[in-house]
């Protein structure tokens, strides 16, 4: 049976990598990218910090946002939005630890 769920992802991960690869997928991957590199270094900023510079309604919406667009990939079988979706929801969910780490101190982030 776990052989049978092994093979059914490897078909899976074909089809949706391998099998649908062309021009655009490699453009909508650059372009993930590049929207992806934004919460990359508001990430590293707030590692610097040590806290979150935006407020906690925004990683929050980001996470369910992101989550929500994770399903809506993997059930469509979009790479681009499936691997975007899936970096971006760590960095939403590290923000929100760092929120929470440092509640108790002087924050930048805004409780709005």
Not at 9 to 30: E, M, Q, R
């Amino acid at each position: 049976m776990i052989i049978q769920y092994g093979q059914a992802l490897s078909n899976y991960l074909y089809d949706v990598f391998v099998a649908k690869f062309d021009f655009w997928l490699a453009f909508g991957l650059v372009a993930q990218l590049f929207f992806t590199a934004r919460f990359l270094v508001q990430w590293i900023a707030s590692e610097r910090a040590g806290n979150s510079v935006v407020p906690m309604a925004f990683w929050f919406c980001s996470m369910g946002g992101g989550l929500m667009t994770l399903v809506y990939g993997v059930v469509k079988r979009e790479p681009v939005i499936i691997l975007g979706q899936a970096l971006a929801t760590v960095i939403y969910v590290r923000n929100i630890m760092l929120i929470i780490k440092n509640r108790g101190r002087t924050s930048k982030t805004l409780e709005r």
